[in-house]
């Protein structure tokens, strides 16, 4: 299997090569690096038209030039160019016929730098790609040589997010990663008057606390369960005022990657991102793999 990256002719395609290169060393996978162009007018459609095309194919060989140059070290690498009537069209359809593992693909340049940041793309993939799909933060950069230290596992406590965890683990034990079970509770700050009220918001934290804890338990059981688990496997909560200060709450290392799953709204065996699995993912410090439901 291969790991796709979607190339962007701007500063993403450095973020998304570096996020290629960490996962693929991590995981011992070749790379696909795609630039998408549309297709070609039928002959005899216009000299201008062909001009075009002849640019926009000229565009596409610079940009994986460039990606040759800055290839990931460690990493066997193929470059292709595909011609689709859309970037997320053509990105599936490499990763369909190479039966790839995963998607790769960098953050809008209109992003936070540090943040994940939906383009277009992003946007159509996060909502119908058939495999998993990794996303960087706006400037990311990874070591020379290195992997994934450890993968985060999103948990929301359900049932699905149980299956999750144990699927991350395998991938995790894969890698030599560690697994950390992540649940995050956000509580707007609550005003000195609030009296009564901000007591009965504490009851409720607590409660919920313990809920959760009881659910990460009995997850990392299911994962201690599997033939050749993580090297190490922890839990944790993270807490804030906001989204962003939830999730740095627990800390974060270079090599950390999390892993997101999909809506139990959406369909079975794609990617769909609903708006709580956004908010995280757009609030994430380091690189996100958001999962296909099922």
Not at 38 to 66: H, K, M, S, T
Not at 109 to 124: D, I, Y
Not at 176 to 196: D, E, Q, Y
Request: charged share 20%.
């Amino acid at each position: 299997m291969s790991l796709v990256i979607g190339l962007p002719r701007d500063e993403r395609a450095t973020a998304a090569l570096h996020l290629g290169g960490l996962l693929a060393r991590s995981l011992d996978e070749d790379l696909v690096v795609v630039t998408v162009v549309p297709p070609a007018w039928p002959p005899g459609v216009g000299r201008i038209d062909a001009e075009y095309q002849r640019y926009l194919d000229e565009e596409a060989g610079d940009a994986l030039a460039a990606a040759r140059a800055a290839a990931p070290a460690g990493v066997a690498a193929d470059y292709v160019v595909s011609h689709a009537r859309s970037a997320a069209a053509g990105l599936v359809e490499v990763a369909q016929e190479r039966d790839a593992a995963m998607i790769v693909l960098g953050s809008s340049t209109a992003g936070v730098l540090g943040r994940v940041a939906f383009g277009s793309v992003a946007e159509r993939l996060l909502h119908t790609a058939p495999v998993p799909v990794a996303l960087a933060p706006r400037g990311f950069r990874a070591a020379p040589d290195s992997v994934v230290g450890q993968v985060t596992v999103a948990f929301g406590g359900a049932d699905h997010d149980t299956d999750l965890a144990v699927a991350i683990a395998d991938v995790a034990a894969r890698a030599g990663a560690s697994l950390r079970v992540a649940s995050f509770g956000v509580r707007p700050r609550t005003p000195l008057t609030a009296g009564v009220g901000s007591r009965a918001e504490d009851a409720v934290v607590t409660e919920w606390t313990a809920e959760i804890g009881r659910a990460q338990q009995a997850a990392l059981d299911a994962v201690a369960a599997l033939p050749s688990p993580p090297r190490t496997v922890s839990a944790t909560v993270g807490r804030g005022h906001d989204w962003a200060a939830a999730l740095e709450s627990i800390g974060w290392d270079a090599t950390d990657v999390l892993a997101v799953g999909s809506s139990s709204e959406g369909p079975l065996k794609r990617v769909f991102v609903g708006s709580r699995s956004s908010r995280i993912v757009r609030h994430s410090p380091v690189p996100v793999v958001v999962v296909p439901r099922g």
